[in-house]
T-cell receptor, first 112, second 115 residues
Framework: AQSVTQLDSHVSVSEGTPVLLRCNYS??????LFWYVQHPNKGLQLLLK??????LVKGINGFEAEFKKSETSFHLTKPSAHMSDAAEYFC??????????FGPGTRLSVLP | KAGVTQTPRYLIKTRGQQVTLSCSPI?????VSWYQQTPGQGLQFLFE???????NKGNFPGRFSGRQFSNSRSEMNVSTLELGDSALYLC??????????????FGAGTRLSVL
């Protein structure tokens, strides 16, 4: 069975400082990995997707994530946080032919 | 291209009633998935439909059902509502292909409150 752990339920950063949101997954096979973001009262928006083409994946709005198989991690980073980045972030793991499994989410707060 | 459209956006029902939620996928998308989001349980997969057939199912009771029409629009039905069914119900669509590989595009959700 596959599962996702997001190590921090809440991360708080100051505007202009780096963001690190951690994600570890458990899967028997090579999974597809995604990061989605959810702003208040909105649906989920895809930030980026990993499907084994490259270990460093660049997404929208300056976010990127690095796949590390040895650590079973897929951490999300951004060099400089913006106020508009405040939202809930979900790490998602999926195996071919199976449904998405969402992590519990990390709420990102950005302080002025 | 229009995004995924869910109607209604908000719904208030009482215990024991039934409810039907609607989802119109992005044009050309044939796969529609439904999720339940609650503060306690997070995002949980309900079921996925592809070409009018249920292809995957999550671990929810039989009170939760769905269907997909020939134009890929989908409906989700919950019968005999319970207080615990209060949640944000999200619909997602994706293109042809095997589930789990394709990007899912989400609607804004239907917020259901059961009183």
């Amino acid at each position: 069975a596959q599962s996702v752990t997001q190590l921090d339920s809440h991360v708080s950063v100051s505007e202009g400082t780096p963001v690190l949101l951690r994600c570890n997954y458990s899967s028997s096979y090579s999974p597809s990995l995604f990061w989605y973001v959810q702003h208040p009262n909105k649906g989920l928006q895809l930030l980026l997707k990993y499907t084994s083409a490259a270990t460093l994946v660049k997404g929208i709005n300056g976010f990127e994530a690095e796949f590390k198989k040895s650590e079973t991690s897929f951490h999300l980073t951004k060099p400089s946080a913006h106020m508009s980045d405040a939202a809930e972030y979900f790490c998602v793991v999926s195996l071919r032919g199976q449904n998405f499994v969402f992590g519990p989410g990390t709420r990102l707060s950005v302080l002025p | 291209k229009a995004g995924v459209t869910q109607t209604p956006r908000y719904l208030i029902k009482t215990r024991g009633q039934q409810v039907t939620l609607s989802c119109s996928p992005i044009s050309g998308h044939r796969s529609v998935s439904w999720y339940q989001q609650t503060p306690g349980q997070g995002l949980q997969f309900l079921f996925e439909y592809f070409s009018e057939t249920q292809r995957n199912k999550g671990n929810f009771p039989g009170r939760f059902s769905g269907r997909q029409f020939s134009n890929s629009r989908s409906e989700m039905n919950v019968s005999t509502l319970e207080l615990g069914d209060s949640a944000l119900y999200l619909c997602a669509s994706s293109q042809d292909g095997r589930v789990g590989e394709n990007i899912q595009y989400f609607g804004a959700g239907t917020r259901l409150s059961v009183l």
